[in-house]
């Protein structure tokens, strides 16, 4: 059965500071990766996946991610954030080849920007 | 291009009612996957549906049932309300074929529609 630790639940940081979320999977088989926000009061939405390829990741609101398969992690940066990126922060995995559309999520992390 | 739409937005119920929450998918997509998602912790998976029928079941009992409409809509029903079923019930939707493409579907996620029980 594949986990997904969220190592921080909440990370206050300053704006325009460089910021680091950490994930780390279980799994005894090959997994997809996901980073999901949830911006309050709304559903989740899509940030970055990693599929296969590249281990760096590029996603949207210029954050990114890289998979590390040896550490089984899959931390997400953002070089300088901004007041708007105030939100809970979720990575998740699915089992390569199966479990279609089964995400398995973190607790989430909640990321607070301070002005 | 709308996105998933969810209804409603918020309800409150009693212990022991039952509930039915709506979901139609992002334009375009055929499969829909609902989510639980209590307070302070992430997403849960409940079930899945693909043509009409539940392709896949998380681990939840069956007072939680679904039924997926030949628009591909969906609803989620639960039974003899609990104080724990309070929760955000998220539906997600995506197209079943990039499953078979890449392997992985990625969801599109609705707000969600929070339920208090009460």
């Known amino acids: 059965a594949q986990s997904v630790t969220q190592l921080d639940s909440q990370v206050p940081v300053f704006e325009e500071a460089p910021v680091e979320l950490r994930c780390n999977y279980s799994?005894?088989?090959?997994?997809?990766l996901f980073w999901y926000v949830q911006y309050p009061n709304q559903g989740l939405q899509l940030l970055l996946k990693?599929?296969?390829?590249?281990?760096l990741v590029k996603g949207i609101n210029g954050f990114e991610a890289e998979f590390n398969k040896s550490q089984t992690s899959f931390h997400l940066r953002k070089p300088s954030v901004h007041i708007s990126d105030t939100a809970e922060y979720f990575c998740?995995?699915?089992?390569?080849?199966?479990?279609?559309?089964?995400?398995?999520f973190g607790k989430g992390t909640k990321l607070s920007v301070k002005p | 291009d709308a996105g998933v739409t969810q209804s409603p937005t918020h309800l409150i119920k009693t212990r022991g009612q039952q509930v039915t929450l709506r979901c139609s998918p992002k334009?375009?997509?055929?499969?829909v996957s609902w989510y639980q998602q209590a307070l302070g912790q992430g997403p849960q998976f409940i079930f899945q549906?693909?043509?009409?029928?539940?392709?896949q079941r998380g681990n939840f009992p069956d007072r939680f049932s679904g039924h997926q409409f030949p628009n591909y809509s969906s609803e989620l029903n639960v039974n003899a309300l609990l104080l724990g079923d309070s929760a955000l019930y998220l539906c997600?939707?995506?197209?079943?074929?990039?499953?078979?493409?890449?392997?992985?579907?990625?969801?599109?996620f609705g707000a969600g529609s929070r339920l208090t029980v009460l």
């Open positions: 549906y693909y043509e009409e029928e539940e392709r």
């Open positions: 990693y599929l296969s390829g590249s281990t």
């Open positions: 799994s005894s088989v090959s997994v997809y």
């Open positions: 998740a995995v699915i089992r390569y080849g199966g479990s279609q559309g089964n995400l398995i």
């Open positions: 997600a939707s995506s197209l079943w074929r990039d499953l078979r493409v890449s392997g992985a579907n990625v969801l599109t």
């Open positions: 334009s375009g997509h055929d499969t």
